[in-house]
């Protein structure tokens, strides 16, 4: 599979990379529910197959299955992203920390803050973003960035040079990507001591506000603010990895559309999408090594929550 370099950070990726995050209606993480054996036999298939970007994140729970793999390869071989939610440079230390120990690793090769949806939730997790500033100088991180999940995340990255790359959600469709219109989990979780509140809620509260699957797209303009924002981005020589390539499983019955308009995009380096079986993996690399699918294939496979 065709490798490419991460914006300027000389981290060479494959143009496909897998996830480990696919989420399921109940909330949990449907890789996290695998046997760990299991997992790290698919994320080897894939690393045979070409795929060498692996993406997880702190709150998963697929630190051991990833250990498991990671075992049984060098290290050098695979390009590992996490992703953290702490608001603070102590939080961010103690669980990058805690990931170095639960993968067995002495780095990261790439970290991020997760989910930042906005330019003043950005501002306020300013301390949890220079602990990964500190982390990349001392050798521990090779690049550092965030995971988007609203414009205003977006437009900032274009003010921070210090920023080297940015998982961005993007389709051809517009469902579930960045917006500057924010429902009431994710205005809550823009700022810090309100997430805190969030967890004491019960659970039938939480059940109204968590957010769902967006199934109305974007407008027309909207998308394209996105990515012209993605285009300018990118011109600054920071590296963009796709995400919500599948809108969260909508777009399975078309996912060969899918896949094939954002392995066109040229200012996007690589794309995640999480992947349950090799199968998967087969008819995923097919599209984008050759642009087609096997002839078996069949849309039935495709995880309804599979991006």
Same mark, same amino acid.
């Given at each position: 599979?065709?490798?490419?370099?991460?914006?300027?950070?000389?981290?060479?990726?494959?143009?496909?990379?897998?996830?480990?995050?696919?989420?399921?209606?109940?909330?949990?993480?449907?890789?996290?529910?695998?046997?760990?054996?299991?997992?790290?036999?698919?994320?080897?298939?894939?690393? /045979?197959?070409?795929?060498n970007?692996w993406?997880?994140?702190? $709150? +998963?729970?697929?630190?051991?299955?990833?250990?498991?793999?990671?075992?049984?390869?060098?290290?050098?071989?695979?390009v590992?992203?996490?992703?953290f939610s702490?608001? *603070?440079e102590?939080?961010?230390?103690r669980?990058?920390?805690?990931?170095?120990k639960?993968?067995?690793?002495? +780095?990261? /090769?790439?970290?991020l803050?997760?989910?930042?949806?906005t /330019?003043?939730?950005?501002?306020?997790?300013?301390?949890?973003?220079?602990?990964?500033?500190?982390?990349?100088?001392?050798?521990?991180?090779?690049?550092?960035?965030?995971?988007?999940?609203g414009?205003?995340?977006?437009k900032?990255?274009?003010?921070?040079?210090?920023i080297?790359?940015?998982?961005?959600?993007?389709?051809?469709?517009?469902?579930?990507?960045?917006?500057?219109?924010l429902?009431?989990?994710? $205005?809550m979780?823009?700022?810090?001591?309100?997430?805190?509140?969030?967890?004491?809620?019960?659970?039938?509260?939480?059940?109204?506000?968590?957010?769902?699957?967006?199934?109305?797209?974007?407008?027309?303009?909207?998308?394209?603010?996105?990515? /012209?924002?993605?285009?300018?981005?990118?011109s600054?020589?920071?590296?963009?990895?796709?995400?919500?390539?599948?809108?969260?499983?909508?777009?399975?019955e078309?996912?060969?559309?899918?896949?094939k +308009?954002?392995?066109?995009?040229?200012?996007?380096?690589?794309?995640?999408?999480?992947?349950?079986?090799?199968?998967?993996?087969?008819?995923?690399?097919?599209i984008?090594?050759?642009?087609?699918?096997?002839?078996?294939? *069949?849309?039935s496979?495709? *995880?309804?929550?599979?991006?």
């Amino acid at each position: 599979m065709k490798r490419v370099e991460l914006g300027k950070t000389g981290i060479e990726v494959s143009r496909l990379g897998i996830g480990t995050g696919t989420g399921l209606p109940s909330g949990h993480c449907a890789q996290a529910l695998m046997d760990k054996k299991e997992l790290a036999r698919l994320l080897l298939y894939a690393l /045979d197959r070409g795929i060498n970007l692996w993406d997880t994140a702190f $709150q +998963y729970n697929t630190y051991p299955h990833i250990k498991e793999a990671l075992r049984q390869v060098s290290r050098k071989d695979v390009v590992l992203t996490t992703k953290f939610s702490a608001a *603070n440079e102590k939080e961010t230390i103690r669980d990058f920390n805690i990931t170095l120990k639960d993968l067995n690793t002495d +780095y990261i /090769d790439v970290c991020l803050l997760h989910g930042v949806r906005t /330019d003043t939730e950005l501002q306020m997790r300013s301390g949890a973003f220079n602990a990964m500033v500190k982390l990349k100088k001392e050798g521990k991180v090779r690049a550092v960035g965030l995971s988007s999940h609203g414009l205003g995340a977006l437009k900032s990255i274009l003010e921070m040079p210090e920023i080297d790359l940015v998982w961005a959600r993007v389709n051809y469709s517009g469902l579930n990507m960045d917006t500057g219109c924010l429902g009431m989990y994710d $205005q809550m979780a823009s700022v810090y001591w309100l997430k805190k509140c969030y967890k004491l809620l019960p659970e039938g509260v939480k059940s109204l506000i968590r957010p769902k699957a967006n199934t109305q797209p974007i407008p027309e303009d909207a998308h394209k603010e996105v990515t /012209d924002t993605l285009k300018h981005i990118y011109s600054q020589s920071k590296g963009i990895v796709g995400m919500k390539v599948l809108a969260e499983g909508m777009l399975r019955e078309d996912a060969e559309k899918a896949i094939k +308009y954002v392995n066109s995009l040229p200012f996007v380096d690589s794309f995640i999408i999480g992947m349950l079986n090799k199968k998967e993996i087969d008819e995923n690399c097919s599209i984008v090594n050759t642009g087609i699918l096997s002839k078996e294939r *069949n849309m039935s496979m495709l *995880n309804p929550h599979n991006a």
